[in-house]
């Protein structure tokens, strides 16, 4: 079946065609590494991940690029304020390398804990500092940029449709803010930012414009050039991207190139999670991250599927409950997997799907021929709507029910159910068949009661209400609230309890 995505370029759906069929070329861009990463920025990888699996699944191999931006992401998009990794280095009193190490590595733990696939290549900034201040010089030969005090800036108005991918008019300044002494248009914006006179960066390069460091945007032209060519296929990133940031990058990939070609056949964008109770921003500071969740009792699957629930076009509304329920489906259906499994016996093919995950980019095609093969006439109709889903432009909250279907199907036995579920997870990955109800169940940091006394009591109840002693039940109830655990009864697989959020 074709794949149709949503191009924000022309804000229209379009059948993806890949330049190579071969190897499907895609950029995500990545994250500034100067704080941890908050649950909304875990949204856009989570995007890019299953955009990435789909694409593997429907048999396309990729080369994927996720660069980690650790100089030059001001503190505001709009090209104003300090290098968001001087102002932390400085807060924190460390060095910026040290910052940028550390958030790295909390970054890559957090893709792991919500099983995201390593990229194909990651490509670090500062390791491209040569081949931006190349990029630079031709910009500067192409006659698209001037020289300020301030560094090198990117003149807008030498780029016939800047701001296309915005959706802005050539009249409007898109939001930004004139205060550079000289910019000859709002828009326009640092290529190269030149270290103020007397004040030393702690990251700073010497340069064709004296010493100092790139601007954020010229990072990804560069790398995205380097590793994946002038056109690849797919560029991603989070939908407050599209207005400055993507616009830059294909105002510099333009001006490199001398063509109308803007870098990317398809740019896509994940809307925003949003906390009404609380910003959504690193730079703000007090937000939500997944180690948070984690401490909190919460698995950090829940939170991928609570992602998986909602469409990537559509904003996500986050709060404790919404994930606690998210929680609660998850167990669900691992329960009845775990069921499925008794009755199944062993799974030769599971070792393959383990494998999947080491994949860098490599199509499903093996795996998916090792799970399919021979599959009854109902899963391969499950199977072929679950393909119909993902293909619409990635309507993931339409392919999840289907995963439901699979396992209550009984005219399909276990083992074939099992096989279609493997299937489908390795473009959902949720890591269906890698964990259980019970390496799901966290004990809250602050709970404060272990989990195999949770489990007992939870018996204890179910016991207390057979033998209609609802006196007995009541203060097992109690207990487990007093303990920051919520019981949920009457569940016919199982009963069930979750962490108390808010
Ligand atoms: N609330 C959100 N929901 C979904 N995606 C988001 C959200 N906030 C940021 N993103 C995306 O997260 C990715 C990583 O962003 P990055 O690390 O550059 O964050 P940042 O801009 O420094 O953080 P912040 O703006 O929160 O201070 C980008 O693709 C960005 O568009
Ligand atoms: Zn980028």
């Not at 048999?59 to 998009?77: E, K, M």
């Not at 990029?135 to 800036?153: D, I, M, N, S």
């Amino acid at each position: 079946m074709a794949l149709t995505l949503f191009n924000s370029l022309t804000r229209a759906m379009e059948t993806f065609q890949p330049i190579d069929p071969a190897m499907v070329r895609l950029y995500s861009c990545g994250p500034t590494v100067y704080n941890f990463a908050h649950l909304g920025n875990l949204r856009a990888y989570v995007f890019t991940d299953t955009l990435r699996r789909t694409l593997n699944w429907k048999g396309w191999p990729t080369n994927h690029v996720i660069n980690i931006t650790d100089v030059g992401h001001l503190t505001s998009d709009a090209d104003a304020g300090d290098d968001k990794m001087e102002a932390a280095a400085k807060a924190q009193a460390r060095s910026i390398w040290d910052i940028a190490a550390f958030y790295t590595a909390a970054f890559k733990i957090d893709l792991a804990h919500l099983n995201i696939l390593h990229p194909t290549l990651w490509s670090v900034a500062t390791d491209h500092i040569q081949d931006m201040i190349a990029f630079g010089r031709t910009l500067e030969t192409h006659g698209a940029t001037y020289e300020l005090e301030g560094g090198l800036y990117f003149d807008t108005s030498t780029v016939p449709d800047y701001g296309r991918l915005a959706g802005a008019r050539p009249d409007e300044a898109i939001g930004r803010i004139a205060d550079v002494e000289g910019k000859r248009h709002p828009a326009d914006f640092a290529v190269w930012r030149s270290s103020p006179e007397g004040a030393q960066r702690q990251m700073e390069w010497q340069s064709p414009w004296g010493p100092g460091a790139p601007g954020w945007h010229l990072e990804c032209s560069v790398m995205s050039l380097k590793y994946l060519g002038e056109q690849f296929d797919i560029h991603t990133g989070g939908i407050d991207h599209r207005e400055i940031h993507h616009c830059n990058e294909i105002a510099q990939n333009q001006a490199f190139t001398g063509s109308a070609q803007t870098g990317a056949n398809i740019w896509m964008h994940n809307n925003f999670l949003v906390d009404r109770g609380a910003k959504m921003s690193k730079s703000a500071g007090g937000f939500a991250t997944l180690s948070g969740l984690i401490e909190r009792g919460i698995h950090p699957l829940a939170y991928r599927l609570l992602c998986l629930s909602a469409h990537y076009r559509s904003e996500l509304e986050f709060s404790g409950d919404i994930v606690a329920a998210s929680l609660v489906r998850l167990k669900r259906l691992l329960i009845a997997i775990e069921q499925l499994r008794a009755k199944a016996g062993d799974l030769p093919w599971l070792r393959i799907v383990r494998e999947a995950k080491d994949s860098r980019g490599a199509d499903f095609a093996y795996q998916r021929s090792v799970l399919e093969d021979g599959l009854d006439k109902r899963s391969a109709a499950l199977i072929a709507r679950f393909d119909e889903a993902l293909s619409n432009d990635l309507m993931v909250p339409q392919a999840l029910p289907l995963l439901d279907e699979a396992v209550a199907d009984k005219a399909i036995s276990p083992e074939m159910r099992l096989r279609v579920i493997a299937s489908m997870d390795l473009a959902l990955g949720l890591d269906l068949l890698a964990i259980d109800r019970r390496s799901l169940s966290l004990r809250p940091k602050e709970a404060a009661i272990e989990t195999e006394e949770i489990e007992a009591l939870l018996d204890q109840r179910q016991a207390a209400r057979a033998a209609k002693d609802f006196a007995a039940s009541d203060a097992v109830r109690d207990r487990l609230n007093a303990a920051g655990i919520e019981v949920m009864d009457g569940d016919p697989l199982r009963w069930e309890w979750r962490p108390i959020l808010s």
